[in-house]
């Protein structure tokens, strides 16, 4: 009896080449709808999937492989002497290699103007339970899903077959397939419910590469991306120039990128550690960099610099003074791209700028477990605020306050900014108290701190965050208010002539 192989698959590459090398190897190749058609007209002498189940295809393709005389064949065991003599009783044929690859779920997804019932008719039922079979009885049976396993399959089978290390290996394969497969249908609905924290919550990402290392040499580290990803993201980034990014490379990029997202005029962000070292917003790209660059001329170096705007000339010639790791931008003039590419291992990212999914989760892993939250996407504008102390702030006060206000909202945990003209002057991250953080972004600021703004992530636990404030000549305070001493915060500022406003949401960031 000839070994036989079943193959049914979308994605059609190499795959003629591949049954061709099986019919060679005494294969007996059948198959199903499409792939037969595309298989006969490739000269591969394959059958119909109903020569083995003496049933025909129905129900428009849905049911064609589920049938006992095709999982008979894949789930018997060949030592088990009561499987073979079911399958000898049935007049059922054992199946040795299983070649299937599921219908275009995701693609299906991705699809402009895509409906709900097209959607569901690409979900795979017969694909997965092949699969599945093939996978657990991968003792006696081979199973590929990935046509780059295709040569090497065939390599082995011409040799001396694959071992059992190697059949594991793929069902191991298919079984991370069928999971990510089904974990994007149950997102799916999940979404269509609204249900943002179900009772089992699922995830699944597609590796984008395997990383030198992690935070630490001594760590190991890989990048998965978001298979459905559709905001600005460095998952869907194009490298043009510059050596592999690092693990601290994109926890960086992806700060950078999410302080951007919150400007829509030409804005500049410098990032180091994750915080932001200097933000500009300007007229232009080059002026809004500069801007950025002045905030903190000497942490920008190492760092990273993320614009929402062509790099040209200007900024080119400005960003190839320092050093930085990567440089981000929706795209580069050609004379912009010459000039940064002649410095070897600049990383330079092309990313588009989109308007971003504002309900994305974050997740943060914790020992045995995982924690799920919504974005942090509150925004506040001038009709949101509430004018705390006697005194209102000016019109350049407001707008310093609101860009100050998304600034801070970036910054690690106790965060405190100071800024001027739409320019960051001092940032205070991640202190155990309030007042250290002031006076971390004071002491930074230092004699442009004089008629400058304050922005706090959290509300002020008592009033030495404003005396601090006063003394250095900050002017307007923007912080959201909540503690049961604010009052003592108000008198302070309207003791000193500070105009405070309170925005009733914080932004903690640990």
Known sequence: ???????????????????????????????????????????????????????????????????????????????????????????????????????????????????????????????PTMLRAAAKNYVDVTVVVDPSDYQEVLES???????????????????????????????YFTEQNEEKFPENYTVT?????????????HQTAAFYKNPIEKGTSLATAKQLHGKELSYNNIQDANAALEILSEYTDPAAVAVKHMNPCGIGVR????????????ADPISIFGGIVALNREVDTQTAEKLSEIFLEIVIAPSYSEEAFRILTQKKNIRLLAVEMKDDEKDQMKLTTVRGGVL???????????????????RAPSEQELEDLLFAWKAVKHVKSNAIVLAKDKQTIGVGAGQMNRVGAANIAIEQA???S?????????????????????????????????????QDSIDMCDQHGIAMVFTEMRHFKH
Not at 374 to 382: A, F, I, Y
């Open 446 to 448: 230092g004699d442009k």
């Open 372 to 390: 799920v939250q919504s974005s942090d996407n509150g925004t506040v504008d001038e009709n949101q605020i509430t004018i705390a102390t006697r």
């Open 205 to 217: 990402y597609e590796k984008v590469q395997t990383l030198r290392y992690g935070e630490n040499p």
């Open 450 to 486: 004089h008629h400058s703004v304050m922005a706090s992530d959290a509300f002020f636990p008592m009033p030495d965050t404003v005396e601090v404030a006063a003394k250095a000549g900050v002017t307007a305070i923007i912080q959201p208010g909540g503690s049961k001493r604010d």
């Open 1 to 127: 009896m000839n070994k036989r192989a079943l193959i049914s698959v979308s994605d059609k590459q190499n795959i003629v080449e591949f049954a061709q090398g099986l019919v060679e190897l005494d294969y007996e190749v059948v198959s199903t709808g499409g792939t037969l058609r595309f298989l006969q007209e490739g000269g591969v002498p394959a059958v119909a999937i109903d020569t083995v189940t003496g049933f025909p295809e129905i129900l428009d393709g849905r049911v064609k492989t589920l049938h006992p005389n095709v999982h008979g064949g894949l789930l018997a065991k060949r030592e088990n002497a009561e499987h073979q003599k079911q399958l000898v009783e049935n007049n059922i044929s054992p199946i040795d290699i299983v070649v299937v690859n599921l219908y275009p779920f995701k693609q299906t997804l991705q699809k402009q103007d895509v409906t709900h019932e097209e959607i569901i008719e690409n979900i795979d039922i017969g694909g």
């Open 283 to 294: 007229d232009s790209i080059s002026e809004a960099f500069f801007t950025a660059f002045d």
């Open 157 to 187: 089978l011409r040799s001396n077959g694959l071992d059992l290390t190697k059949r594991q290996y793929l069902a191991a394969k298919v079984f991370r397939h069928t999971a990510h497969y089904d974990a994007m249908i149950a997102n």
